[in-house]
């Protein structure tokens, strides 16, 4: 078994690398593939590390007789990529039953930003249109209500998959308490992310959203409680002991 520093240490660095190769996946794997499947050309790519306090973002030319259907891909593209890779991965750990644990991290952990900047491009884009959304919103591919409804659903699905992905995980680490814990105090990540995203003036996101973003770890609380902290509480009252 790893120890618990090196799981840690191992967990935090795999994070923040692969945080970044999401942003890749996004960018080149979704909106590069198809301007160059339509016959367009890439003229430019920035990958932020700093994401999402600053967003990456891409260049490209297409050719005038471009269809706005074909362009709606092209937009869409990038959340495309980034859902097909982070439910990938999550079907992988899901039935993969031996995996050398350096590698479960790094799919989890693709999966997980892969995700969420899916998501988070639906439900933000959905109360307040932008980036990728807005122009689809445009083009008539999407409706504000129709975003926020796709993110919502997809959220839900993945929140389910990679909680249970991440509580095996840190069980084969850390006793099944703190393992659960842990799994509580993960998706407090998402408020972070949003407040990370406030600090920049130019997104022009409302704060008033923001205690929408503990929904998450509120509920993987409720759901790590009842499933396992008040069983381990009822196993360690000696007045649930059954007599023989």
Request: hydrophobic letters at 55%.
């Amino acid at each position: 078994m790893q120890g618990r520093k090196a799981f840690l240490a191992v967990f935090m660095v795999v994070g923040f690398a692969m945080k970044i190769v999401a942003e890749f996946v996004h960018e080149i794997c979704g909106h590069g593939l198809f301007v160059l499947l339509f016959g367009g050309e890439i003229t430019g790519l920035y990958i932020s590390v700093l994401w999402p306090y600053k967003l990456s973002y891409i260049g490209w030319s297409l050719p005038s007789g471009v269809t706005p259907v074909q362009k709606a891909w092209v937009y869409g593209g990038g959340v495309v990529a980034s859902l097909s890779v982070s439910f990938l991965a999550q079907i992988f750990l899901l039935v993969k039953k031996k995996i050398r644990w350096h590698f479960a991290l790094t799919l989890f952990w693709l999966a997980f930003w892969t995700f969420v900047n899916s998501t988070g491009y639906f439900l933000i884009g959905g109360l307040k249109p932008f980036g990728d959304v807005d122009e689809l919103i445009k083009l008539g591919a999407l409706t504000r209500l129709l975003s926020f409804a796709i993110g919502l659903t997809i959220f839900v699905l993945g929140f389910v998959a990679l909680s249970w992905i991440l509580r095996k995980m840190l069980m084969e680490v850390f006793p099944i308490k703190v393992a659960s814990l842990g799994l509580v105090f993960f998706w407090l990540i998402i408020p972070v992310l949003i407040v990370v995203m406030l600090a920049n003036p130019e997104r022009e996101l409302q704060a008033a959203y923001l205690p929408l973003t503990f929904i998450p770890a509120s509920l993987s609380f409720f759901m790590e409680y009842f499933s396992v902290l008040s069983k381990q509480e009822a196993g360690t009252n000696p007045d649930n002991i059954a007599e023989e």
